[in-house]
């Protein structure tokens, strides 16, 4: 499975938007980019999956470059509950359903 | 729709005793997957099953750890003796497999089971 590299931290403010970026410069063709949110005493929660361009849902955008070797989470006008941490992880999910997370990126927002 | 159900919430308890955690994945899941978190480590995979079937054990940290999946609505992982360094949050997910492609997500996971060891 593809190693992921994304800051160990950000800072922000309520109101602002927010983008983290990671880095996979060994994603394979059949992978998909997927990130989770993880807040405090809780399992991570999945927010977005994509192979490439742009996805959006009601909750974030995921920007895929062409190369995709890297990704962009955006979350706009972020909150005080959406500080928490953030993982981004690679995959087939057609050949494993198995996800190995990284440090990832703990987001801070402050009032 | 309940969610991945994960039994006890904490437990604390003395080295050398067996601990027991317990999951209860969504009905209709085809996989099943046990995580450990620690500050140190981060969120580690131990162990996964396809429809009950162990299918990579090899995040198992060493033979004191055990895991079951006597059917698919119940899985087991259990610490037998358990030593203080067991001390993490303990997680399980499962995963719908192939519905994947009708849109639903890779993983859902439980709240997870912190454990304490004395």
């Known amino acids: 499975l593809a190693k992921t590299t994304q800051p160990i931290s950000m800072d922000s403010y309520e109101g602002q938007e927010v983008n983290i970026t990671c880095s996979h410069n060994?994603?394979?063709?059949?992978?998909?980019i997927t990130w989770y949110q993880q807040f405090p005493s809780q399992g991570p929660r999945f927010i977005i999956q994509?192979?490439?361009t742009k996805v959006t849902n009601e909750v974030a955008s995921l920007f895929i470059p062409a190369d995709r070797k890297s990704s962009t989470l955006s979350l706009p006008r972020v909150s005080l509950s959406d500080t928490a941490v953030y993982y981004c992880?690679?995959?087939?999910?057609?050949?494993?359903?198995?996800?190995?997370f990284g440090s990832g990126t703990r987001l801070l927002v402050r009032p | 729709d309940a969610g991945v159900i994960q039994s006890p919430r904490h437990e604390v308890t003395e080295m050398g005793q067996e601990v027991t955690l317990r999951c209860k994945p969504i009905?209709?899941?085809?996989?099943l997957f046990w995580y450990r978190q620690t500050m140190m480590r981060g969120l580690e995979l131990l162990i996964y099953?396809?429809?009950?079937?162990?299918?990579?054990d090899s995040g198992m940290p060493e033979d004191r750890f055990s895991a079951k999946m006597p059917n698919a609505s119940f899985s087991t992982l259990k610490i037998q003796p358990s030593e203080p360094r067991d001390s993490a949050v303990y997680f399980c997910?499962?995963?719908?497999?192939?519905?994947?492609?009708?849109?639903?997500?890779?993983?859902?996971f439980g709240d997870g089971t912190r454990l304490s060891i004395l």
């Open positions: 099953f396809n429809n009950n079937v162990p299918i990579d």
């Open positions: 994509g192979y490439k």
């Open positions: 060994n994603i394979a063709t059949n992978d998909y």
């Open positions: 009905s209709g899941h085809d996989y």
């Open positions: 997910a499962s995963s719908p497999g192939t519905k994947v492609w009708q849109g639903d997500q890779p993983q859902h």
């Open positions: 992880l690679v995959g087939d999910p057609r050949s494993s359903y198995k996800l190995i």
